[in-house]
């Protein structure tokens, strides 16, 4: 099944069950917030610049802790790379900020 929300540009962002075994499988912490991620992408707080015209969609899930996204946009729709959730803001803070 692959699920799919709108990013801030109006891109439609895909998240396929292979993806998300791939993420949880690396990210135990993130098994059961399958909806989480999808909303990170849908309502962020920031969205940065990745390093390989990625974007980051962060969003605090309590204080100073962040669910970070990684997906990528492509001309007509776009899919969830990985996901993570850290409190070492520096590297985030480090990068450019693309929205708001």
């Known amino acids: 099944m692959t699920s799919t929300v709108t990013?801030?540009?109006?891109k439609v962002i895909r998240l396929t069950d292979e993806r998300w075994v791939h993420i949880t499988e690396?990210?135990?912490e993130l098994a059961g917030m399958r909806l989480e991620v999808l909303e990170a992408v849908a309502?962020?707080?920031?969205?940065?610049?990745?390093?390989e015209g990625e974007?980051?969609?962060v969003r605090e899930r309590e204080v100073g802790?962040?669910?970070?996204?990684v997906y990528r946009e492509l001309d007509t729709d776009g899919f969830i790379i990985t996901a993570?959730?850290?409190?070492?803001?520096a590297s985030l803070d480090r990068r450019t900020q693309l929205w708001p």
Request: cysteine-free; hydrophobic content about 40%; overall charge positive.
């Open 26 to 28: 690396e990210h135990a």
């Open 43 to 51: 309502e962020p707080g920031r969205i940065l610049q990745g390093g």
């Open 55 to 57: 974007l980051l969609a």
């Open 84 to 89: 993570f959730v850290t409190r070492r803001t």
């Open 7 to 10: 990013s801030k540009n109006n």
């Open 65 to 69: 802790k962040f669910l970070v996204v």
